[in-house]
């Protein structure tokens, strides 16, 4: 099984300011790890996945995220926010191979509020 | 093109009535997800299927929720005799591949379930 832990239950930062969403996750198998991004009163959307290969991996909307594999890490990056960057952010991660590793499980989420 | 919907968008229910929740995947789409999104829980697996059948129930919470998908497409989410733990926002999600591969997961904009 897998777990996610995002660090950061709320991210309040400014327009134009970098910001960091931070995600740990714990896994007995290789994994996929993903961030999606749900605005209010919407379904999840996704930003960006890891698959395999190169660890810096680019998303929509200026995003990226670094996978770390011996942090366990995988932290969303923006060099510069937008006030309609405002939203909650999720990170998730799933198994390689069968068995009941494919499930998704997310994080708790990070609100990301930016101010003008 | 469209993208998965669910309906209805928000339903108020008195404890101890059933109620039914509808996702229409994206065409074509052979996996169908659904998962309860509550405050403080996350996003919770409930349930996946595979065209019409659903090899994992293992997320559905009790007995009292069922699901079934038809012709490959349409997937209802049944809640016998609701309870106020029941209210949650509930998530269906689709996607063209198998699990387990690092597919990506088109998620609606979900349904907002109050039980009184």
């Known amino acids: 099984a897998q777990s996610v832990t995002q660090l950061d239950s709320q991210v309040p930062v400014f327009e134009e300011a970098p910001v960091e969403l931070r995600c740990n996750y714990s896994s007995s198998v290789s994994v996929y790890l993903f961030w999606y991004v749900q605005y209010p009163n919407q379904g999840l959307q996704l930003l960006l996945k890891y698959l395999s290969g190169s660890t810096l991996v680019k998303g929509i909307n200026g995003f990226e995220a670094e996978f770390n594999k011996s942090q366990t890490s995988f932290h969303l990056r923006k060099p510069s926010v937008h006030i309609s960057d405002t939203a909650e952010y999720f990170c998730?991660?799933?198994?390689?191979?069968?068995?009941?590793?494919?499930?998704?499980?997310f994080g708790k989420g990070t609100l990301l509020t930016v101010n003008p | 093109g469209a993208g998965v919907s669910q309906s209805p968008s928000n339903k108020v229910t008195e404890k101890g009535k059933d109620v039914e929740l509808r996702c229409d995947p994206i065409s074509g789409h052979t996996a169908l997800y659904w998962y309860r999104q509550s405050l403080g829980q996350g996003l919770e697996f409930l349930i996946y299927f595979q065209g019409n059948s659903a090899p994992d129930k293992s997320g559905l919470p009790s007995d009292r929720f069922s699901a079934e998908r038809t012709g490959g497409s349409v997937s209802t989410l049944t809640i016998q005799r609701t309870q106020q733990e029941d209210s949650a926002v509930y998530l269906c999600a689709s996607s063209p591949a198998r699990p387990g591969t690092g597919e990506t997961q088109y998620f609606g904009p979900g349904t907002r379930l109050l039980v009184l």
């Open positions: 998730a991660v799933s198994g390689k191979g069968g068995g009941s590793n494919y499930k998704l499980t």
